[in-house]
């Protein structure tokens, strides 16, 4: 009798999160809106509902993110 093979498991991929050095260079719309490049999104986990701060830090934009709690 042949033993029964459990089901294999995928790996999920994990991302990396971007190098110090990766830029992105983005428009700003009409609105005054920005797209956060789908790299960035995707090795940072940012999903639609998480919160953004924006930091003016000199002639510097910083963005921080806080994932919304489960």
């Known amino acids: 009798m042949k033993a ?25 719309d009409l609105q005054g809106r920005i797209v956060i490049p789908a790299p960035v999104r995707k090795a940072l986990r940012l999903k639609a509902g998480d919160n953004v701060t924006c930091t003016l830090r000199g002639s510097e934009l910083a963005l921080t993110f806080k994932r919304r709690s489960s």
Request: charge should be positive; proline fraction near 12%.
């Open 4 to 28: 029964k093979s459990k089901p294999m498991v995928k790996a999920q991929k994990v991302s990396k999160p971007p190098k110090k050095a990766d830029s992105y260079t983005v428009k700003l």
